[in-house]
């Protein structure tokens, strides 16, 4: 079992800048693909970014160009998002996908919430 916990959300204007943190509660392995995800009131959860060992990334459409993940290498996961809108309001949630073998585990955090006000 891997716990993640989400740190760094709160309320913050548009046009502002806030990071995300997540740190694992075990070492993640370099294949583990480590990501935010998030979702809005009435609406499906949807990628934001993940990161697999330090530098392959993948962003969701509405990340491109604002958002940044990284991560330390160990367990922790980044997320630096710039130029937040109101449609950035959401909960995160920070996500692990370990697969070893024929096995796939897929872990979440409780979630952290953004508020953009406009």
């Known amino acids: 079992q891997v716990q993640l916990v989400e740190s760094g959300g709160g309320l913050v204007q548009a046009g502002r800048s806030l990071s995300l943190s997540c740190a694992a509660s075990?070492?993640?392995?370099?294949?583990?693909?480590m990501g935010w995800y998030r979702q809005a009131p009435g609406k499906q959860r949807e990628l934001v970014a993940t990161i697999t060992g330090r530098y392959k990334t993948n962003y969701g459409d509405s990340a491109k160009g604002r958002f940044t993940i990284s991560s330390d290498n160990a367990n922790k996961v980044y997320l630096q998002m710039n130029s937040l809108k109101p449609e950035d309001t959401a909960v995160y949630y920070c996500n692990l996908d370990r697969s070893v073998g024929s096995r796939r585990d897929s872990y979440w955090g409780q979630g952290t919430q953004v508020i953009v006000s406009s």
């Open positions: 075990r070492t993640v392995f370099s294949s583990d693909v």
